[in-house]
């Protein structure tokens, strides 16, 4: 069953951005470490933190909405 929420676009919005940040978190952080850049190493960790955060409270949001009701 899928369940229609009023903020359908923000959750779309929170999955693929966390799903971008992490596919360029890995590519910056490859690179940093092909080249020895610490720079680029530290922005890819960066956004792959920033996605783990997005898709985590896309899925916590999700599961708080199914126990309610």
Do not use: P, W, Y
Not at 12 to 32: P, Y
Not at 35 to 64: C, M, P, Q
């Amino acid at each position: 069953m899928v369940a229609q929420t009023s903020d359908g676009h923000l959750f779309l919005v929170k999955k693929l951005g966390g799903l971008v940040s992490i596919i360029i978190g890995c590519l910056l952080t490859a690179v940093g470490v092909s080249f020895e850049s610490t720079s680029t190493i530290t922005v890819g960790v960066l956004f792959l933190v920033l996605g783990a955060v997005l898709l985590t409270l896309k899925i916590l949001r999700r599961n708080r909405e199914d126990s309610l009701g």
